[in-house]
C-alpha cells in the first residue's frame, strides 16, 4: 500500500486515498503541515510543464517586459510635456511629446497583445498536458485505487482543479512578473524623482503587504476547502444520475435532488466565504493604496507651492506611485488566484503521487512465444486489502493445461471471480505462486501477459460509442472486416443490422440502448476479436435466453479450440462439456472432476446440480 502523501479537509463522502478526513474548521496539527498549507510548492511540482515549451514563454517574457517598460517610460514623456511643453506656449515641444505618447500607446498596445496570447496559450497548453498526464497516470492505478476512490472526485480534480492550475500557469504568472516589474521600476523611478517623497511611500508599503500575505493564506485554505465539498456534489450526483433508473424505479427522486441541493448548498458557502476573503482583501489593499497616494500628493503639492518642486516632476512621481499601487493591487488579487490554484494543484499532487501497487518489474521475464496457455497454482492463499482477515481463497492448487477448458463453480464468496482477478494481476496473492507457461506473474511484463488473455466480465463495460468501436476495443487495430467477422462469431451481427445505424449505431453510456443478452454478445465479439491463447468467461451467457444461450455457446465451443478457457459459472448447464470442474466452497476447491464423476460422488456440485435441474424441470 502507498504512503500517504498529504492530508486534507475533505468530506468522508469524497472518499480519496491517500487521505484522511479533518475535523471540519481545524488547524493544522503539526509545523510540517502548517508550512505545506502555506507552500506555493504544489505549483512548482508542474513547472516541467510550463518549460516545455520555452520558445513561447521566452517571447511571452520579452514582451511582458516591453510592456511594462513601455508603460514605466510614460510618466517620463507627461514631465517633459508638463515643465516644457506648457512654458511659454512651446507647441513643438507639446507636438513632440504627444507624438510619444502615440508611439508608446503603439508600443503597449502591440507588447500587450503578444504577451495576452502567449500567457493564454501557455495556459490552455499546460492544463491539456496536466489533464493528459494526470488520466495516463490514473490508467495505470490497479482496481485497489478504484475501490478506495470515489469516481466523481476524480472527475473534479481532472476537469476542476486542472482549470484552476490553468489560471496560475498563464494569465496570474504572467500578471505576477509583470507587476513585480512595474512596483520595482516605479519603486525605482520615484526614488529617482523625489528621494523625499519616496520616504513616505516605503513607509506605506509594509501595512500593504502584510495584509495581502495574511489574507492570501486564508484564501488558499478556503479555495481548498471549496474545492472539496464541489467535488462531493459532482461525486453524489455522478453516482445517482449513474443509477437513474434504480432512482426512478423507486421514486427516490426528492430525496435525492434535496441531498444534492444540500451538497450544493455547502459548496456554495465555503465559495462564498473564499469570495468574501478575497473582496475583503481587494478592498483593504485598494483603500490603502489610495490613502497612501492622496496622502504623498498632499504633502507634495505643498512643496510646489513653496517652489521646492515643479508641477512636472510630481506629476511624474504621481504616476508612478499610481502604477506602484496599481501593482500593489493586482498583486493582491493575482496572489489570491495563486492560492487558490496552490490549493487545486495540491488536490492534484495527491493523485499523481499515487503509485499502482502491480507493476511490471524493472527487468521483465519474457513469456514464451509462441503463447501455449499453461497456468499453474500452487499454494496460492489471498485476501482482500480491505478485508485483510477475511480470505478471498486459502491452499489453491491446480494446473490448466493447454487447450483445456476447466470451469469454476460453486457458491457465491467461493472465490471463483478471485481467481481472475489474480491470474490479470489485478492483485498478487499474499501466498504461492501463479505461473504463465512456467513464467510467475509477477516477473512477466504486465502488458504482455494481460495481452494473452481475453476476459468476458458478467457486468460488461460497454462505452458512449458505435457498435464497432465498443467491439473493437478488444483489438484497437483490427479492421472493420475483422470486427464484423468477430460480431458474426459471437451472434450479434443479426441484432446489430436491425439497429438504426448498423455497426455505426451509437450505443448510449454503458449501453443502455441495448438488451442484457445484447451487451452480453458485444462482449464475447470483443473477446473473440482479441484472438487471446486464454480465454476468461465469467458468467458468459447468463443474460442469454436460451435460443441465444445455445448459439453463443456453439460459437464458444469454436472459439475455446485450441484455447486455455476457464469459466466462471452457476448454471452447471453450460459447464458440463468442460474437460474439468473444479468446485469451490469458502475460497478452496473442495471437489474436481467431470460433470458425470461428480454428480456420481454424491457432493457439493450433486446437491447443486440436484437443485438446479429439478427446479428446471419443475419450470416445465
Known sequence: MPEPVMERNVSTNAKMPAVKPAKPDATPETDAEAKRTRSLRPLLAFKPYLLRHKAVLAIAAVALVASASVMLAVPVAVRSMIDHGFSGSNGAEIDRSFATLIALGLGLAVFSSLRFYCVSWLGERVVADIRAAVFGHLATLGPAFFERAHSG??????????????????????????????????LSMMVYTSPRLSGLVLIAIPL????????????????????????EASAYAAENLGAVRTMQAYTNEPAVVARYAGAVERSFEAARSRLQARAGLTAMIIFLVVGSVVGVLWYGAGLVVRGEMSGGTLSQFVIYALFAGGAL???????????????????????????AEIASPAVPTRLPEPPLGRLTFRGVGFAYPTRPDQ???????????????????????????????????????????????????PDADLHQLRCRMALVPQDVALFADTVTENIRYGAPDATDEAV????????????????????????????????????????IARAILRNAPILLLDEATSALDAESEMAVQKALEGVMKNRTTIVIAHRLATVQKAHRI???????????????????KGGLYARLAELQFGLDQAAE
Open 153 to 186: 472526485d476524480i472527475m473534479s480534480r481532472l476537469s476542476a482543479d486542472t482549470t484552476q492550475v490553468k489560471a496560475a500557469a498563464g494569465t496570474a504568472l504572467s500578471q505576477a512578473v509583470r507587476n513585480l516589474i512595474m512596483l520595482a521600476g516605479a
Open 208 to 231: 500593504i503587504v502584510l495584509p495581502l500575505v495574511a489574507y492570501g493564506r486564508s484564501v488558499r485554505r478556503l479555495s481548498r476547502t471549496a474545492q472539496d465539498t464541489l467535488a
Open 329 to 355: 493591487a493586482e498583486l493582491s488579487e493575482v496572489w489570491g488566484e495563486v492560492q487558490q490554484a496552490a490549493g487545486a494543484a495540491e488536490r492534484l499532487a495527491e493523485m499523481l503521487d499515487e503509485r
Open 391 to 441: 480470505p478471498a481463497i486459502s491452499a489453491l492448487d491446480f494446473t490448466v493445461a493447454p487447450g483445456e477448458t476447466v470451469a469454476l463453480v460453486g457458491p457465491s464468496g467461493a472465490g471463483k471471480s478471485t481467481v481472475f482477478a489474480l491470474l490479470l494481476r489485478f492483485f498478487d496473492p499474499s501466498r504461492g505462486s501463479i505461473t504463465l507457461d512456467g513464467v510467475p506473474l
Open 484 to 523: 464484423r467477422l468477430a460480431a458474426v462469431a459471437a451472434h450479434a451481427d443479426g441484432f446489430i443490422w436491425a439497429l438504426p445505424d448498423g455497426y455505426a449505431t451509437q450505443l448510449g453510456e454503458r449501453g443502455v440502448t441495448l438488451s442484457g443478452g445484447q451487451r452480453q454478445r458485444i462482449a
Open 582 to 600: 473444479l468446485v469451490m466452497d469458502q475460497g478452496r476447491i473442495v471437489e474436481q472432476g467431470t460433470h458425470a464423476s461428480l454428480v456420481a
